[in-house]
């Protein structure tokens, strides 16, 4: 028995010993970092340990999560344990791999622990631990986090990854796709032999290729330890260009919306007045004549409420004036109050009709889709933005192919959806699988991607938005360059669709992108001055200058910016048009 007891207790430490503390910083005793917090601060009282606690407030739509990602072993139980004050406080950890989890408490007055437990998945390396409140329930506090199981160090790099295969090629895009490696974290694709896309799924785009033009493929897969060796290549030739390619824009273009139909207090501004830094003006708006007619209208802004407003046939003369300057005049249909809901064919038929007649009175170049609030979203049970079902989504991506057939490979398509509408499909998708979630979450998706070969561009409104999960998974908020920068690089990386790594939605071409943002502060939520407007752009077209957000690339096809609006820059000084100019020259 003396000799066992020694023995027994040698090993009970050697099992101890094993095991870590992942969490880091988990009693806030250094601040926020590494946590990532849409509402949350560090107090000195109450506190359950130490000097510091987490104290943050619910608000509105903000549940005030505060989250960190750390890193675990694949095929490894974890404990996550946490102290906790308040109403309706929750713990719980997310991309396991396996069943994600979460605990919670409806009050507690004083100090209460909560924990739980998970296994990691096979190929799970990274874990996301959050803590958070309820909508309106009043501040909560929490302390002491820990997530306690083997230590997240890696030892050797992955196996090489197999399987890999061309999809969906077009002009200037090969869509890739392989088999998961085993301990792999992420895959780099490769070119003819040159390194151009990290990913974190088992799919990739490459695009900005050229027409009629062969290449070979690669991928490795990567983890804390290093790179695999290089898989078997595949090759794949591009077809000649047959898509939006003929709308000659400009290497890099700035966008903008002319209020035409309305105004306000930024006063209005007469089509001939435009600068001719503005590459593509958007008219603001068309309307329909009711939420599910699909009959749009657009009427200009009448005297009584504009004055100075220019007569039809100058109008007209100014958009020729522009077009042969080598601009683009779009109609941009929606808007803050113009709902369309194509909920029948006879709505998709009326609003190819209307938006026809429209582009043919004026002479315009083509279509602008600004479809905001409830134009758009899923059915229950649409969970596949490849293969849609809903009717009002199935129906706007008919009427948009009939007007890009009827008009040819030089109409202009351009969509200006909300963040979430689009990069929020990261994280949710319809009313999800089980239902319950909002089903306008990602309700962009299918039509951005049935759209993918004939949109000229999207410039996602990076404004007026809550907080956004990036692809480090971690909250983005507006206000400065970091927003930007993680949004754009989603559009450009590509992502996979509720966290599904089998459905991920592929990049677009950096030439289809550019990036929303308001012309002054007096545009709507998010203004950021010019020095962040610089940031933004050094680190995705040049990597530099980039911050905390890691990019998975670099982009110096990426198109420009978009702006709402034209009258808010002339009221502001035309500060971002200047901050463009003095950017791309």
């Known amino acids: 028995m003396a000799l066992a007891v020694p023995g027994s207790a ?35 009282s109450p506190v359950h340990g130490g000097a510091s606690a987490l104290r943050a407030t619910p608000e509105g739509s903000d549940n005030a999560q505060c989250a960190q990602t ?16 308040g109403s309706y406080v929750y713990l719980g950890a997310s991309g396991t791999g396996t069943t994600d989890v979460s605990t919670w408490t409806q009050s507690a007055p004083d100090w209460q622990k909560l924990a739980t437990t998970f296994t990691t998945g096979a190929n799970t390396t990274k874990v996301t631990i959050y803590t958070h409140g309820w909508y309106g329930t009043g501040a909560y506090y929490a302390d002491d986090i820990s997530l306690t199981g083997p230590g997240g160090t890696t030892t050797q790099p992955p196996t090489v990854p197999t399987g890999l295969r061309t999809g969906t090629v077009t002009a200037t895009s090969v869509a890739l796709s392989w088999t998961p490696a085993s301990g ?28 009629s033009t062969a290449y070979a493929f690669q991928v490795t897969a990567t983890n804390d330890a290093g790179e695999s060796a290089r898989s078997a290549t595949v090759t794949a030739t591009t077809p000649a260009r047959s898509d939006g390619g003929g709308t000659e824009l400009p290497a890099h273009a700035l966008a903008g919306y002319l209020h035409a139909s309305f105004a306000n207090g930024s006063g209005y501004t007469r089509m001939a007045d435009v600068p001719d830094s503005w590459d593509v003006i958007d008219l603001a708006f068309g309307e329909p004549t009711s939420v599910t007619s699909g009959d749009i209208r657009f009427n200009r802004c009448p005297v009584s409420e504009c004055p100075g407003v220019e007569s039809d046939a100058d109008f007209k003369a100014a958009i020729k004036a522009k077009q042969a300057a080598g601009k683009k005049v779009l109609i941009s249909i929606g808007g803050q109050n113009g709902q369309v809901q194509l909920t029948t064919t006879a709505a998709r038929d009326a609003f190819v009709s209307s938006v026809s007649k429209i582009i043919d009175q004026d002479g315009l170049d083509g279509l602008d889709i ?129 966290g599904d790594a089998g459905n991920v939605f592929p990049p677009l071409r950096p030439d289809q992108v550019a990036i929303g943002m308001p012309a002054s502060v007096n545009a709507g939520n998010g203004y950021v001055a010019p020095a962040e407007v610089t940031k933004t752009l050094d680190c995705l077209t040049k990597r530099t200058n980039c911050g905390s957000y890691p990019t998975h ?11 709402w609006s034209v009258n808010w820059d002339r009221f502001a000084g035309w500060e971002f048009q200047r901050t463009f100019d003095s950017y791309f020259g």
């Open 553 to 563: 690339g670099t982009w110096p096809a990426l198109r420009g910016l978009m702006t």
């Open 370 to 498: 600004d479809f905001e609030g409830h134009s758009l979203s899923l059915n229950t049970g649409d969970t596949d933005f490849k293969n849609p079902t809903t009717p009002v989504i199935v129906n706007l991506i008919s009427a948009l192919k009939t007007l890009k057939a009827k008009y040819g490979t030089k109409f202009v398509l351009t969509m200006a959806p909300e963040t979430f509408f689009v990069q929020n499909g990261y994280q949710f998708y319809g009313s999800g699988k089980w239902g319950g979630q909002d089903p306008r979450c990602g309700a962009y998706l299918p039509v951005i991607h049935a759209l993918r070969d004939d949109l000229t561009l999207l410039h996602v409104q990076d404004y007026n938005s809550g907080p956004i999960m990036g692809l480090d998974n971690q909250y983005h908020s507006m206000g400065g360059a970091d927003f930007h920068i993680a949004m754009t690089d989603m559009l450009l990386t590509g992502f996979p669709v509720a």
């Open 70 to 85: 750390v890193n675990v072993r694949p095929n490894s139980q974890y404990t996550l344990a946490g102290y906790v004050r």
């Open 184 to 211: 792999a974290t992420g895959y780099s694709v490769y070119r003819d032999g040159v390194k151009v896309q990290s990913v974190s799924g088992t799919s990739a785009t490459v695009s900005g290729l050229s027409p």
């Open 10 to 44: 040698a090993l009970s430490s050697a099992a101890r010993a094993a095991d870590a503390d992942a969490a880091v910083n988990g009693g806030f005793e250094s601040g926020l970092s590494p946590w990532t917090c849409t509402a949350g601060t560090t107090v000195t």
